[in-house]
């Protein structure tokens, strides 16, 4: 029995690739790190929240604006072609972008709680370090049936440390949390999902473009001050103004989320985070079992049994 779990344990992280998955999931978890804060995912929700605001008063207040002072709405689609498209595209880009930011935000406590895990790079070998000592005292309990009693106790004790590791690390909490959270990216982190955002940027800044380059210059030309824009048109002005902040704040995080797709699907691969847990408590409690099963007499004649 004891030989059995430790060779399970040994290959268990082979069987599951975490020596290649391990290290992808580190990396994915150290990537978002920047961008999975309270503080952060608020002003990612209040940047679209802006490009919201500006683009209604845009299309319901500039444009009327411009209308009302000699601009026909044929000129203003002719001229202003990108707010357009961005006006009609928004409904679909606020819903998208609200909706990601919603279910990360929703997600936060789940990505901390396995942030606050050892590192991924470090399971394999939580894995393969118990298994080889288990199989190493099964081997020299069976050649040496001398050394068998301070075996069994040596084995009692790694049974023991492997049941109480998910314990200390606050597993059962922190695994299904993790699932919770894998299961909510499965739709956020992948090449179409994050394909179509980018496109929704580019759509964003093209429209803004039109608002700074376009629109204002039209509303200047009607005779507005500068002054009287901003005041007048408060949401137009302030995207105008921190369009650039917006545009650094946020491309970052949608660069991690087409830099990690490949690492969310090798994490994906592993067994389901609530099941890790068990893959500790389990075999301890089969070799503490085992181990406590045998009196001193049997385990001295015959050593532990293989």
Excluded: C
């Amino acid at each position: 029995m004891v030989a059995a779990v430790g060779l399970g344990l040994i290959l268990a992280p082979l069987a599951f690739q975490m020596f290649q998955r391990g290290p992808e999931g580190a990396t994915m978890l150290a990537e978002f790190r920047p961008f999975m804060s309270t503080a952060r995912l608020g002003g990612f929700q209040a940047e679209i929240a802006s490009v919201n605001a500006a683009v209604r008063e845009a299309g319901t207040s500039a444009l009327p604006y411009l209308e009302a002072h000699g601009y026909s709405p044929s000129r203003l689609a002719t001229q202003f072609p990108y707010f357009q498209q961005l006006s009609a595209q928004w409904p679909s880009i606020d819903s998208t972008m609200t909706g990601l930011l919603d279910k990360v935000q929703a997600n936060l406590g789940n990505y901390q709680g396995v942030a606050a895990l050892p590192s991924f790079t470090l399971f394999p070998w939580f894995f393969l370090m118990p298994g080889v000592l288990l199989l190493g005292l099964a081997l020299l309990g069976l050649l040496r049936p001398a050394f068998a009693e301070r075996v069994r106790w040596a084995v009692i004790v790694i049974g023991v440390g492997l049941i109480l590791a998910p314990v200390a690390f606050q597993m059962f909490q922190r695994a299904p949390g993790g699932g919770r959270m894998m299961s909510a990216f499965k739709t956020i982190e992948t090449s179409g999902n994050v394909e179509r955002i980018q496109g929704y940027f580019s759509t964003m800044a093209v429209g803004q473009g039109d608002m700074r380059l376009g629109i204002v210059p039209a509303l200047q030309r009607t005779g507005l001050s500068q002054a009287q824009i901003v005041q007048q048109f408060p949401a137009v002005s302030a995207l105008n103004q921190g369009w650039v902040h917006l545009l650094n704040d946020m491309t970052p995080m949608i660069g991690a989320m087409s830099d990690n797709i490949p690492n969310y699907q090798a994490v994906a691969s592993l067994p389901p985070f609530p099941l890790f847990p068990w893959f500790f408590v389990l075999p301890g409690l089969l070799v503490v079992g085992a181990a406590s099963s045998l009196g001193r007499k049997r385990t001295t004649e015959g050593g532990l049994p293989e």
